[in-house]
């Protein structure tokens, strides 16, 4: 089996996707895949890199192309599954990132405030991803919460619920807050960003025209900002990524600690 089958076939089931899934992504009929991934012919370059675009690797990581040997090379870990986050680290410049999502007790205490529960979840789900990895990895992970007047506000449990969260919020000004882990060997570093964001005031035939789309059911404070949750929204203060899921900006300091220069070098880690 060549690099790029093994590498394909290391993605898909990394990003717990089916052949088919995959296939259908790339515009290709499920043998014509499965004789990729199986080694049997070698794709297009058009193919190639749909295929990077959607696992957010580079070509060269697909192909084996000028990397050291497997035991030396330092891997950059998204521990989450979040397709949003993916997203943002790959605008950050984070191409040649895997995901590692276990899955993690994300009880705590009562009464603690929402920076301080963001921040212990997002250095438990860095530890339990790191218990799978080698130890030069490098392990981002995040937890993001919305609360209004201290209260922490979950994912509704059904269209009450989320009917019950956008009118509390309708009108009125609450926090999103993200705690982020950059984690590698021994050393891990955890911060968390705080965004105020105000709502307009709401109809209530909105609200439930809202909730028909679906968009709120998996969202924390049932709302989304980067999809139609964005026509609720009158204003913000502070970071716009931290609400979507992960502040860019700490996060980019935050990996500067760690060797990771996005706009100084091409090189994602330190040798």
Same mark, same amino acid.
């Given at each position: ?10 993605? +898909?089931? %990394?990003? $717990?996707? $089916? ?11 499920? #043998?014509?895949? @499965? ?8 794709? &297009?370059?058009? #193919? ?10 580079? #070509? ?9 040997? +497997? =035991? ?6 998204? !521990? ?5 986050? /993916? ?7 984070? /191409?040649?990132? $895997?995901?590692? !999502? ?13 920076? %301080?529960?963001? =921040? ?34 979950? $994912? ?11 009118? !509390? ?14 984690? &590698?060997?021994? +050393?891990?570093?955890? =911060? ?48 716009? @990524? ?21 706009? &100084?070098? /091409? ?5």
């Amino acid at each position: 089996m060549s690099i790029l089958s093994e590498r394909m076939k290391e993605l +898909r089931l %990394e990003n $717990k996707m $089916k052949q088919a899934e995959v296939a259908k992504a790339l515009g290709l009929s499920i #043998t014509g895949y @499965c004789g990729y991934e199986y080694g049997s012919r070698d794709p &297009q370059t058009a #193919t190639l890199v749909a295929l990077a675009k959607l696992y957010h690797v580079s #070509t060269d990581y697909l192909l084996g192309v000028n990397e050291p040997p +497997r =035991e030396e090379r330092t891997r950059i870990i998204l !521990a989450s599954n979040s397709p949003r986050r /993916k997203e943002l680290l790959g605008q950050m410049g984070l /191409k040649d990132f $895997k995901v590692s !999502a276990p899955n993690v007790d994300e009880s705590v205490e009562d009464g603690l405030p929402p920076a %301080e529960i963001v =921040e212990r979840l997002s250095l438990r789900k860095a530890q339990a991803a790191a218990d799978k990895a080698r130890p030069n990895d490098l392990i981002i992970a995040a937890d993001t919460v919305v609360a209004l007047d201290g209260a922490v506000l979950g $994912k509704p449990r059904n269209e009450t619920g989320a009917f019950a969260m956008l009118s !509390a919020l309708s009108g009125r000004e609450h926090h999103v807050y993200t705690g982020v882990t950059v984690l &590698q060997g021994g +050393r891990a570093l955890t =911060e968390h960003e705080e965004t105020a964001v105000t709502f307009r005031a709401l109809e209530e035939a909105e609200i439930w025209g809202y909730i028909a789309t679906g968009e709120p059911m998996d969202k924390a404070g049932a709302y989304g900002i980067q999809g139609l949750g964005a026509l609720l929204v009158s204003g913000i203060r502070g970071d716009y @990524c931290n609400v979507v899921g992960l502040p860019v900006f700490r996060l980019g300091r935050m990996l500067g600690e760690f060797g990771v220069n996005l706009l &100084q070098n /091409k090189e994602q880690t330190k040798p």
